[in-house]
């Protein structure tokens, strides 16, 4: 039964035709982005701002040195100027002092007050991981996006690479007399269809870009698939809700605004009580009211203040920090449901696309092995120009949409782990300090509201189509031909060009480690002077009825991944034997991935002698043409 290590497909489809220049990784795109985007920097400054607002509240705590000095005229009419004989008496005044107050006693305003601004510094703490969380899914969606792009042109090439072989055999046919003009028509027509598939698939890459640049700030930049986080996701839907309530930074945010609210409440009993300091108090003055010479004084004093009334100042105020800790409560119970619905969305999009690869996985291949049977089947004259190029088609789509839910199943599972406010941990990128609250003892969040049970999707794998064992046929005789071609020719005989059925002269196998680099489909230098070889062998040989070459890999990769691989390589060999003057007639390809080991896939050894692409070269005997 074919098995398929999906975590692993999406990156070997990626990187298979992937420059060798300096990689990208999207942990490292991550944390660039980070470092650089307006959101991210203005909550940084955000938390900054409130930092200072927390060393303000601090400072009551310590006491305040007040100077003062003054110079200038005064005119004074008191008892002791009219004692010394002036109405009148005008001195010019000078005035130094300095004054220390410590306060004792506020109420608890102080104390109130720094926790409040200790709170607040808590939750701007918490929106900036909030926000770092967002702009890195964002990341990885932008990612993840030009990788599927990229991946889709892949796909269109191969496409229009098979309908010009397809459109190039039907053209000889037709020249030759064997084939119809009309099919030449109809080729062309999927021909042109392929290479506007193409161009579309071309400009979304483009725009793709263009969205990559938006949010990183930088060209993409031979960017490598990145490893899922499969063996993260929680095992069930109420465990990811019980760990998204508990760890998000956006509840934790609204959590800590509550407490902020609670503090203020606080905060605003302290006008009820009276406030005591301590004075310290010194000055040094002359010439005062009216009195010449030193007026110098020395002062220690507690003084309380107590306000009897404000006008019902202080009473609205404490009502409207009532109001304000509901209003943080409200808030938190939105931003809750906010997260638990991200939640069920962000599982609900996991378990879906996980079930859906599935069947589209066994739909591939299954457009796979129709294909390869349909082009052989063409090639004998047992199925029309229409249903091989259908199948052509059949097999793009298909390709199109295993690859499309690979990409959307592994942008889930890391939708799942922002839900759950983890992405960047599982990532591994660091937080910038400023994410970091200055306490961390935020209350219990008990905000889960009670939702039906859902069912999980999942898929169940339809079982291996059923092979046709078919009984072999009859050996041939000598007498036993196959007419190949009726010639007529006006005022001529005819001619009845007779050949023997194909049979295989020599089968040769190609060491597909000489050929082609790992996981990769372009020939080596070394690969092409070995098929150059056998180009100059198969042009030698007399009566040749066709080539097949059939691609092999080992069992490591997925199936699906396997046999693509073994095809494109097949298909490779094909295209530079035709380079190096073999008609393409002449050639068939076929990839049967891992489903035909010669030796065991549990050594090094072995899995090398399975890597391989082997050419089996096929002869008809010619037999005197027969003249009617």
């Known amino acids: ?145 030009v990788l599927r792009r990229q991946e889709l042109i892949r796909l269109a090439q191969d496409n229009l690479a098979s ?43 483009r725009e793709a870009e263009i969205n990559y640049y938006r949010v990183v700030n930088a060209a ?15 095992e069930t839907l109420p465990g990811a809700v019980k760990y998204a309530v508990e760890n998000h930074p956006v509840l934790k945010a609204a959590a800590a605004d509550i407490e902020a609210a609670k503090e203020q409440h606080d905060v605003a009993k302290a006008p009820y009580l009276p406030r005591l300091n301590l ?32 006008g019902g100042k202080d009473k609205a105020r404490r009502a409207q920090t009532f109001h304000q800790i509901d209003e943080a409560k409200e808030i938190r119970n939105h931003a809750c449901r906010q997260v638990v619905e991200g939640m069920r969305l962000s599982w609900n999009a996991y378990k879906t696309t996980d079930a859906q690869t599935i069947y589209l996985r066994q739909r591939l291949e299954s457009t796979l092995s129709a ?18 190029l259908d199948s052509e088609n059949e097999v793009f789509g298909a390709s199109k949409e295993f690859t499309n839910a690979e990409f959307d199943r592994l942008f889930s599972s890391y939708r799942v782990m922002a839900g759950e406010g983890k ?3 599982t990532l591994m990128v660091e937080l910038p300090p400023e994410a970091q609250p200055l306490t961390d003892n935020v209350p219990a969040i008990n905000c889960v509201p009670e939702f039906p049970a859902q069912q999980v999707p999942y898929a169940i794998p339809l079982g291996p189509a059923p092979k046709v064992t078919m009984a072999p046929p009859p050996p041939m005789r000598p007498s036993q031909i196959v007419v190949e071609r009726i010639v007529e020719v006006p005022g001529a005989p005819v001619v009845i060009e007779k050949n023997m059925p194909p049979v295989i002269l020599e089968r040769l196998t190609l060491e597909a480690g000489a050929l082609f680099d790992s996981n ?16 100059v062998k198969l042009g030698k040989i007399k009566h040749i009825g066709g080539v097949e070459i059939v691609g092999h890999t080992d069992s490591q990769g997925s199936d699906a991944h396997n046999k693509l691989l073994s095809l494109r390589r097949a298909e490779a060999v094909s295209e530079y034997l035709v380079s190096r003057g073999i008609s393409r007639d002449l050639l068939t390809v076929n990839g049967m991935g891992e489903d035909v080991p010669v030796a065991t896939n549990k050594t090094e050894e072995g899995r090398a002698s399975n890597r391989r692409v082997e050419v089996n070269i096929k002869v008809t005997r010619q037999v005197e043409p027969e003249v009617k």
């Open 1 to 145: 039964m074919i098995t398929l290590k999906r975590s692993r497909l999406m990156v070997l489809m990626a990187l298979a035709a992937a420059p060798s220049i300096q990689a990208q990784t999207l942990e490292e795109v991550v944390r660039q982005t980070l470092s650089t985007n307006p959101d991210v920097l203005e909550k940084i400054n955000t938390r900054l701002a409130v930092d200072q607002e927390v060393r303000q509240a601090k400072a009551g705590y310590y006491p305040s040195i007040e100077l003062n000095a003054g110079i200038g005229r005064e005119k004074s009419d008191n008892p002791t100027t009219r004692a010394g004989g002036y109405d009148w008496r005008s001195l010019t005044r000078k005035e130094l002092g300095a004054t220390l107050s410590q306060p004792l006693y506020a109420g608890g305003a102080i104390s109130n007050e720094v926790a409040r601004q200790t709170e607040r510094a808590n939750s701007r703490a918490y929106s900036m991981h909030a926000t770092a969380e967002q702009i890195a899914l964002r990341t990885t969606e932008v990612y993840l996006e």
């Open 163 to 205: 309908h010009e072989k397809t459109y190039e055999q039907v053209s000889s046919r037709s020249a030759s007399g064997i084939g119809r003009g009309v099919d030449v028509d109809q080729a062309r027509s999927r021909l042109l269809l392929a290479k506007s598939n193409l161009m579309a698939e071309e400009s979304n890459l």
């Open 220 to 234: 993409p930049n031979n960017l490598t698939a990145p490893s899922a986080p499969f063996d993260k996701i929680p």
């Open 279 to 310: 004075e310290l108090g010194a000055s040094k003055n002359e010439d005062l009211s009216g009195v010449e010479g030193d007026n110098n004084t020395l002062s220690a004093m507690i003084r309380m203040r107590y306000n009897i009334y404000a």
């Open 371 to 388: 294909r390869d049977n349909y082009r052989s089947q063409f090639n004998l004259g047992q199925r029309s120009l229409l249903d091989l």
């Open 423 to 425: 992405l960047l941990s």
């Open 520 to 535: 990769k489909s372009e020939i080596k230098p070394a690969g092409k002077a070995e098929l150059d070889e056998l180009s």
